[in-house]
């Protein structure tokens, strides 16, 4: 049923009014949140970020999960990313120092190889990420919409009773 | 841009994450760590009237109790009312750093009413456990040739008792070489022809029939299998012969060895006899055997609670590591020039006493307790007094370090004024009536390995005479004991790879071992009757056990040699018997002829 909710509320995201922008800023607060490889004061700001401003829930789950599979694979490739941040750069050390003794930031636990790895990391993509989605959802209402519609799973999710159940419920909330 | 609705979820979301548990916080946490305390300390904490002030960064309990996980109905120790002053900015870093406890009343091995004894989950044990206290007996670590008195029966018998005599095991020794010597006959034996294949040569014997002779071709037959026969008979004879020979020269040896054993009884007795007339007994027995039971359970009440710090750390590092993370969870890195912090560090503790209310107290210090000391490389340094109800007063002061390649406690603890009334000192079968001690000890641990001294000093002493026993040997030590009336004595104690070795002295060592040297050597000429007695019957014991299994040995042997040897003799006379049955049974002409051919089968 979630799977369903969401599958169908990312479809009518994708053609409804809400703009490319709110889906895509949507998509990549989902990366860092997928990204990160354990529960953070990092991830518990990006999910009060997407609650407060007005971007897409539905994208946000679908690259959370879609980064949290990307994220899972590359880990070690993360910590030696970190790795270099933390020990390697010596420039950087003031900065680490400052997060990891300051009250709160800590709780960030930047001074940690695959935490830092996978938030610069993710920092690092969010441009191209941002603007590859917000790219690919005008191709895809401009191209790809109509033919997405007319494939039969499309037709038999929206002639599911299930789907005009939740319709109606929407409707009516 | 912003999410109304959005932003009325995060306020809901925070209200219910962080204002309602403020409101209900004390209980949380008092429950909380009530649960915790319990599961690290395996038996029940309970706290009472737990209050959090963030304001005044302070916490406050009535009163904490811990169960002592190895006697649940003891509390390792309570504390009255306390406060604590936390940094609650590093509780924002997930540290907990406590500049300053005051604990009020904190009394050591309280009794309980109720068990504290919880259900403990069954954990694979990961740390390395700590060694409990040595118990093995000093004593025994210098025993050679030693005798231990016992004060209330000094005579003859049992110090030769208690003498250890070489004779026995070599004895023994002897009988393992008998057993071997018997195992290596008896397997030549086994080689022997079993009865199977007797029977089969038997049955070859009685198949040579004469009668049916009726050409010397037949004749050559029988004569060839009488021969064969009789070879085969000679070899197994010879076997016999040899084994015989074996078992007749190794008895021959072992028929000496009574005269062996008379020789080493006697050099037991000998040296029973020598040691005897010289008193028998060393100063280092007496002090040793009256002070260190004593000792040795000073020191284990010791190790036993350093024993439980060295767990309690152990387990605190080990959890840290064991925290569970979905994903890969990367290293922490830390860096030389920041604050670093262990996940707990209490760095003072005050101790203090409402002494109009309580007969015993604790009073003083402890500075650093932290649960990584390899971070904040600080020592905890323990620094008590108190008294216990009236009976002692002490002074402890110690530095515990775990941090380095090895755990170190240097403690030293000086208990005065200690009531020695009723006391009982192990060997001298008389109560304290009246006596004032002190002991000063200090010990020094590093990894398992110990050094230390124990000096216990005792004054104003009086002997309750009428409570002994009224035996013989009590006598002796009754006119010792009525003239004492102070001890002093001295310990040096050394434990590594898990022996203790302690050197004890004390002033009652002179004392006693003259007296008693005294009276042993005025019953000298009836020590000597004992002993010579004493000797002649253990010898003649011991010479009469190993005669007898010798030729009980031997016996075996050669019966079952003896047997085999006289049945292959009548076979060989029967097989003599049959080849002259054959030769009469030919006519003279057919000897001739078969001269000849017999040449060659008897060359």
Redesign the interface.
């Known amino acids: 049923m979630i799977w369903l909710k969401i599958f169908s509320k990312l479809l009518k995201a994708l053609q409804s009014g809400s703009s490319p922008k709110q889906l895509s800023a949507g998509f990549v607060l989902g990366m860092f949140l997928g990204m990160t ?2 529960l953070s004061l990092f991830s518990f700001i990006i999910i ?1 970020i997407t ?4 971007v897409n829930i539905s994208m946000f789950i679908l690259g959370s999960l879609i980064f949290g599979i990307i ?2 694979m590359f ?2 490739l ?2 030696h990313f ?2 270099f941040l ?2 390697d750069v010596s420039a950087l ?1 003031s900065l ?2 400052f997060f ?2 300051t ?2 930031l ?2 960030l ?1 930047l ?5 830092l ?1 996978s938030i610069v990391t993710s920092f690092i993509f969010l441009t191209p990420v941002y603007f590859a989605t917000i790219y690919m959802v005008i191709k895809y209402r401009t191209r790809i919409g109509e033919k997405v519609n007319k494939l039969k799973i499309t037709k038999i999710i929206k002639g599911s009773k299930l789907y005009s159940i939740y319709q109606k419920v929407t409707l009516i909330g | ?3 109304r609705n ?2 009325i ?2 306020l809901t979301i925070v209200v219910f994450l962080f204002i309602l548990p403020t409101l209900f916080l004390d209980s949380i946490i008092e429950n909380y760590l009530e649960e915790y305390g319990s599961e690290q300390a395996g038996a029940l904490v309970e706290i009472e009237g737990l209050t959090i002030s963030f304001i005044h960064s302070k916490i406050e309990w009535d009163q904490l109790i811990v169960t002592d996980s190895e006697n649940p109905m003891l509390n390792l120790f309570e504390t009255g009312f306390s406060t604590m002053d936390i940094d609650i ?2 509780l ?3 540290k907990l750093l406590v500049p300053n406890i005051e604990i009020l009343d904190l009394q050591f091995q309280t009794n309980r009413e109720k068990s504290g004894a919880i259900n403990k989950k069954i954990k694979k044990q990961t740390e390395k456990p700590v060694q409990s206290p040595d118990t093995e007996n000093p004593e025994d670590n210098q025993k050679d040739n030693e005798i231990h008195v016992n004060f209330e029966n000094v005579n003859v018998d049992s110090l030769i008792d208690q003498m250890e005599m070489k004779a026995p095991a070599k004895i023994d020794s002897l009988k393992s070489l008998y057993a071997n010597a018997s195992e290596q006959w008896h397997k030549e034996l086994d080689q022997l022809p079993d009865d199977q294949q007797l029977d089969l040569l038997e049955d070859r014997i009685n198949n040579i029939n004469y009668k049916q002779i009726k050409s010397a071709d037949d004749l050559k037959k029988i004569l060839s299998e009488v021969s064969s026969i009789k070879k085969e008979i000679s070899g197994i004879i010879n076997s016999n012969k040899e084994i015989k020979d074996m078992v007749t020269h190794q008895t021959k040896d072992f028929k000496k060895h009574p005269d062996l054993v008379k020789q080493w009884v006697e050099n037991d007795y000998d040296s029973a006899s020598d040691h005897l007339s010289s008193g028998g007994f060393s100063t280092e027995n007496l002090a040793r055997m009256i002070f260190g039971d004593e000792i040795i359970s000073q020191i284990e009440e010791y190790q036993s609670y350093l024993s439980k710090g060295r767990k309690y750390y152990t387990k605190f590092n080990s959890n840290e590591k064991s925290e569970v ?11 030389e ?3 670093h912090y262990p996940v707990a560090w209490i760095k003072n503790i005050e101790l203090s006493s409402n002494s109009k209310t309580k007969k015993s107290y604790i009073i003083g210090s402890v500075k650093d307790i932290s649960t990584h000391q390899q971070i904040t490389k600080l020592p905890t340094v323990i620094d008590i007094s108190g008294e216990a109800e009236g009976l002692c007063s002490y002074v402890a002061n110690g530095e515990i370090y775990y941090a380095g390649s090895n755990p170190k406690e240097d403690i030293d603890v000086s208990i005065n004024n200690i009531l020695l009334k009723g006391y009982e000192f192990k060997g001298i079968p008389f109560p304290v009536e009246n006596g004032i001690g002190d002991i000063q000890s200090s010990l020094h641990y590093l990894g398992d390995n110990l050094s230390g001294s124990v000096h216990f000093n005792a004054t104003q002493l009086k002997f309750n005479l009428d409570a002994g026993n009224k035996k013989q040997g009590s006598m002796i030590i009754r006119e010792i004991v009525q003239n004492i009336d102070k001890i002093d004595m001295q310990a040096e104690i050394e434990k590594s790879n898990r022996t203790l070795k302690a050197h004890i002295s004390s002033n009652l060592d002179d004392i006693f071992k003259s007296r008693i040297d005294d009276s042993v050597k005025a019953n000298k000429s009836g020590t000597n009757k004992q002993i010579a007695k004493r000797k002649a019957d253990d010898t003649q014991k011991y010479q009469d056990e190993i005669t007898s299994e010798v030729s009980q040995l031997e016996k075996q042997a050669l019966d079952k040699l003896g047997i085999s040897e006289a049945e292959y003799k009548g076979k060989l006379k029967q097989l003599d018997k049959l080849k002259k049955e054959a030769e009469k049974s030919i006519t003279d002409k057919q000897k001739k002829e078969l001269e000849k051919k017999l040449k060659n089968i008897f060359r």
């Open positions: 490889p354990f009060s609650i407060i401003l007005n994220g899972y880990d070690s993360f910590h970190g790795y933390l020990v050390e680490w120092v990891v003794d009250p709160l800590s709780l636990r001074n940690n190889t695959t935490n790895g | 841009m912003f999410r959005g932003i979820l995060l900015p590093m924002f870093s997930r993370v979905l994903r890969g969870d990367g290293q922490d890195i830390y860096f020039n920041m604050q």
